[in-house]
T-cell receptor, first 112, second 113 residues
Framework: QKEVEQNSGPLSVPEGAIASLNCTYS??????FFWYRQYSGKSPELIMS????GDKEDGRFTAQLNKASQYVSLLIRDSQPSDSATYLC????????????FGTGTQLKVEL | DADVTQTPRNRITKTGKRIMLECSQT?????MYWYRQDPGLGLQLIYY???????NKGEISDGYSVSRQAQAKFSLSLESAIPNQTALYFC????????????FGPGTRLTVL
């Protein structure tokens, strides 16, 4: 089992819809979770960080964390074509020092 | 100006050549990281450093070495480049108490022929 898992996609949603991206992790003791957006050939850009169970909202983005079920998700409301990118989930695993472990990413396509 | 810079941005080299990738940051962060990314694969950690005197191997350190010349500078070397080291290379930084959030440089596209 991979330590951080994401569906590779592509996930296709129509413009204006809600995109839901999911990530599961293996380490129950993990405390820090991050979502990055990466456009093709570019570097990852931090979108959200979340540390506590529940929802955290920032503009059109909402991160959701459920530690009991070991998943973290990212919702993108009113999806725009400019949201088309690969979304990387990153987790700070216990026993991993202060390193992050990244999932392989989910490709999102927002269609006109 | 960019907070994390990498040079060169693109490099084509030949098998067996030594190459150095450089990373500089103005964020004042103590921690610096080198990753490689291959198509379809996630980010793989090569080396990381939590301060100038601290160097640690990551998942895939074989064939690579690093130097932390100063708090703001962290270099990655390929002593004898081979074709399967063709990849995108990213430098990242994070600060203590900053929630472990990492901030990435623009990347270096390296091709080894």
């Amino acid at each position: 089992q991979k330590e951080v898992e994401q569906n590779s996609g592509p996930l296709s949603v129509p413009e204006g819809a809600i995109a839901s991206l999911n990530c599961t992790y293996s380490d129950r003791g993990s405390q820090s979770f991050f979502w990055y957006r990466q456009y093709s050939g570019k570097s990852p850009e931090l979108i959200m960080s979340i540390y506590s169970n529940g929802d955290k909202e920032d503009g059109r983005f909402t991160a959701q964390l459920n530690k009991a079920s070991q998943y973290v998700s990212l919702l993108i409301r009113d999806s725009q074509p400019s949201d088309s990118a690969t979304y990387l989930c990153a987790v700070k695993l216990t026993g991993g020092g202060n390193k992050l472990t990244f999932g392989t990413g989910t490709q999102l396509k927002v269609e006109l | 100006d960019a907070d994390v810079t990498q040079t060169p941005r693109n490099r084509i080299t030949k098998t067996g050549k030594r190459i150095m990738l450089e990373c500089s940051q103005t964020k004042g962060h103590d921690r610096m990281y080198w990753y490689r990314q291959d198509p379809g694969l996630g980010l793989q950690l090569i080396y990381y450093s939590f301060d100038v005197k601290d160097i640690n191997k990551g998942e895939i350190s074989d064939g690579y070495s690093v130097s932390r010349q100063a708090q703001a500078k962290f270099s990655l070397s390929l002593e004898s480049a081979i074709p399967n080291q063709t990849a995108l290379y990213f430098c990242a930084t994070s600060g203590q108490g900053a929630g472990d959030e990492q901030f990435f440089g623009p990347g270096t596209r390296l091709t080894v022929l």
